[in-house]
């Protein structure tokens, strides 16, 4: 079956929610290209994120993160579009995502999230004395924000990525403006 997007759908939610991962399961699965808004600020700046934050500040790499959202979201070909787990909470790109696109908030509870994010060095937001202390910090203060979201689907921790692609995939169909399928 073929899919033809109507608006770019975009995957919101914390750092180890899977937003990277199933997007691109997502994409390969519909059809569509994927983006990462991440990906594309480390491009423009050719330096990491966590040189970006350490050099420039959080509140530099989050005018460029809008920057790039609102690009990759005026794009005449829509996508599956993967942000940062902080992106979602600026005013302005939740109103130009759900002006421009379709927001999915990628739930998991905390011991997932800690799970998957834990053991890497790579989330400067993490550098902290107790860093599963400061992800609870963090999930407490962004969770209600995420819960705006279009769609929601649920992460369980048996779930493969294929498989929360297709929750995904699943909740999408049904919304009627998002996309339209065809039989090959």
Request: net charge negative; charged share 25%; glycine share 6%.
């Amino acid at each position: 079956m073929r899919h033809t997007l109507n608006k770019t759908i975009v995957l919101v939610g914390m750092m180890g929610a899977g937003k990277t991962a199933v997007g691109r399961a997502l994409a390969a699965k519909i059809g569509a290209p994927f983006l990462d808004s991440d990906a594309e600020i480390v491009q423009a700046a050719n330096m990491s994120i966590p040189e970006i934050f350490s050099r420039d500040g959080e509140p530099f790499f989050r005018a460029r993160e809008t920057e790039v959202i609102r690009r990759l979201l005026n794009a005449d070909e829509k996508s599956i579009l993967s942000t940062g787990g902080g992106a979602f909470l600026a005013e302005e790109n939740r109103s130009l995502i759900s002006d421009l696109g379709v927001s999915v908030f990628l739930e998991a509870d905390l011991d997932l999230l800690w799970s998957r994010v834990g053991h890497k060095d790579t989330r400067p937001l993490l550098r902290t004395p107790n860093p599963r202390a400061t992800l609870a910090e963090i999930f407490e203060v962004r969770a209600p924000v995420y819960a705006r979201a279009d769609i929601k689907v649920t992460a369980q921790p048996e779930y493969s990525i294929a498989q929360m692609a297709d929750k995904v995939l699943a909740a999408l169909h049904q919304r009627q403006d998002v996309m339209e399928s065809q039989d090959d």
